[in-house]
């Protein structure tokens, strides 16, 4: 199994609603990843999580809240955004946040809109 | 940080060779990525050069110079589905985690 999954694909969300993004991996991995990408835009790093630890937030605000319950799950919690979160949020792992394995595997993405 | 620079859009012939160019300017490299990524989905690994080099994979090859601070992603026997955006994206610093260029959109043409 290498695929990353994520729920849910689409999201339409107003400011004051509280939701969640779901990303899970079965590959063993134990770095996963939380990229925001704007259309045609490259994908931006968020948050890393490495051995189920956050070893990387790239300064994001706290509206958005990862969380990582488990070495195969990784959440990202949302929370009072703003129109300007609208954009595809990429979630991806790959098999050791220090690099013994340097491929990212990501998933499909979660297309979030925010009214 | 990073200087990643690659050009924004490239068209080419069914059949053909294209060549991506990727400059870039860091210190600490730590390996070089191209990704695809076709519109709506997600990137999918293509390669990863840490040496100088041509790596070759399938219709699919990537060349590395750190001197020159300078890769390549040559594809070769272009087919339609090959359209999407390439991204090349470089890890420095000390991390394994790339920071990816703005990716440059191939279109190919019958």
């Known amino acids: 199994d290498t695929e990353v999954t994520q729920t849910p694909k689409h999201l339409v969300m107003g400011m004051t609603n509280k939701k969640s993004l779901k990303c899970e991996q079965h590959?063993?991995?134990?770095?996963m990843y939380w990229y925001k990408q704007k259309a045609k835009k490259p994908p931006e790093l968020m948050f890393v999580?490495?051995?189920?630890?956050?070893?990387i937030n790239e300064s994001v605000p706290s509206r958005f809240s990862p969380e990582c319950p488990n070495s195969s799950l990784l959440n990202l919690h949302l929370h009072a955004l703003q129109p300007e979160d609208s954009a595809l949020y990429l979630c991806?792992?790959?098999?050791?946040?220090?690099?013994?394995?340097?491929?990212?595997?990501f998933g499909p993405g979660t297309r979030l809109t925010v009214t | 940080g990073q200087n990643i620079d690659q050009p924004t859009e490239m068209t080419a012939t069914e059949g053909a060779i294209v060549q991506i160019n990727c400059t870039y300017q860091?210190?600490?490299?730590?390996?070089l990525f191209w990704y695809q990524q076709h519109a709506g989905e997600a990137p999918t690994f293509l390669s990863y050069n840490v040496l100088d080099g041509l790596e070759e994979k399938g219709r699919f090859s990537s060349f590395l110079s750190r001197s020159k601070g300078y890769s390549y992603l040559l594809l070769k026997e272009l087919q339609m589905k090959d359209s999407a955006s390439y991204l090349c994206?470089?890890?420095?610093?000390?991390?394994?985690?790339?920071?990816f260029g703005r990716g440059t959109s191939l279109i190919v043409h019958p």
């Open positions: 999580y490495s051995y189920e630890k956050l070893s």
């Open positions: 590959m063993g991995h134990r770095a």
């Open positions: 994206a470089v890890a420095s610093g000390g991390s394994y985690i790339p920071t």
């Open positions: 991806a792992s790959s098999q050791d946040g220090a690099g013994s394995s340097y491929e990212q595997y």
């Open positions: 860091t210190s600490g490299f730590n390996g």
